[in-house]
């Protein structure tokens, strides 16, 4: 936990909830298990959660709360971007209800901050979430609504996200985050091992009887809701990453490339935050120096070299709505 981070896109942390399990193949050179498993191993928030493997800590599906980091956002006075349970996964299976009502409580009555979650197990808080959001069925008669319609009334200052690195995982994901009523849902594409086609996730969700799309909303529009339900069933904002570290996997350019012009269409804000330790031929380093070597091969480097200019700009763009 701390009151500042090298995070991009958030200004603080809060590891209330540690632990996890391997789930995809993003979580293979996981930062969190390494560090619970070496430098933290003695911590008393992080012993006992990883056990040894021949490629090192591994996470054993053992989660535990941290009580001490529950309050840290009442303490701050000055609001922050709190990104929550960096070290752990909130809707983990292990992950008691009874937790993740003491996150949220905290996150709702802080409203001075905005709180980012985010998770691999969307389905769980996509369930979550429409139960603890949703309206009394007097709304839908006030509105004149059909019953078979579910209102809800998301928090402003909390945004859900999921993250995804391929394909695979973006259809297994995106849909359910889709079904989740929130202010803004984001997606976390770090890291970014494959080209993600958010398009082809369109029309695959029936939100109150609509069909949804990705990126754009409403059957391709921005559709509003009647009634106080404030969202649109769409993504609202995309991060995306390359790797680093020990057995760091390169990002391709064409990768990124897809993901920044499908935001630029969908005009859904697009946050580049490393290229990780692959700089690919033709990329501008954080030096200024463009990396042109005559072979054509990526640059194996630091992050802190390889910098986050994707095609010689950086892309910072944030959700407008606020808490």
């Not at 937790?99 to 769980?124: G, N, Y």
């Not at 509003?224 to 649109?232: A, I, M, R």
Request: aromatic fraction near 8%; charge should be positive.
């Amino acid at each position: 936990m701390s009151d500042g981070t090298k995070i991009e896109w958030t200004d603080a942390t809060v590891n209330a909830i540690n632990g996890c399990t391997v789930v995809s193949p993003g979580c293979t050179n996981c930062y969190a298990m390494r560090l619970a498993g070496t430098r933290l191993r003695s911590h008393p928030s992080r012993e006992g959660l990883t056990q040894p493997s021949k490629a090192g800590p591994v996470w054993n599906g053992v989660v535990r709360l941290h009580e001490p980091a529950l309050s840290l956002p009442r303490r701050w006075r000055k609001s922050r971007m709190i990104f929550w349970n960096a070290h752990g996964d909130m809707f983990h299976p292990s992950v008691p209800v009874e937790w993740i009502d003491r996150c949220f409580d905290e996150m709702e009555a802080t409203r001075h901050h905005v709180h980012q979650v985010l998770t691999k197990r969307p389905e769980r808080m996509a369930a979550y979430i429409r139960a603890r959001w949703a309206l009394p069925s007097s709304v839908n008669a006030f509105y004149d609504l059909p019953e078979t319609v579910q209102l809800y009334q998301p928090r402003q200052n909390i945004w859900l996200g999921t993250s995804i690195e391929d394909q695979e995982r973006a259809e297994e994901r995106v849909p359910h985050l889709l079904n989740t009523p929130a202010a803004v849902r984001w997606l976390s594409c770090e890291p970014l091992l494959a080209p993600i086609d958010l398009t082809q996730i369109e029309d695959r969700v029936v939100y109150n009887g609509f069909t949804v799309s990705a990126l754009t909303g409403w059957g391709g529009f921005d559709y509003p809701v009647p009634g106080p339900q404030s969202s649109l069933p769409k993504i609202h904002w995309v991060v995306a990453g390359g790797e680093s570290g020990r057995g760091a996997r390169p990002m391709s350019l064409k990768a990124a490339r897809s993901l920044r012009d499908q935001c630029r269409q969908a005009q859904v804000p697009f946050l580049f935050k490393q290229w990780g330790n692959y700089l690919p031929a033709g990329q501008v380093q954080t030096s200024g120096r463009r990396w042109a070597p005559l072979c054509g091969t990526s640059l194996y480097a630091t992050k802190g070299i390889t910098g986050r200019l994707l095609d010689g700009c950086e892309h910072n763009d944030m959700p407008r709505i606020a808490a």
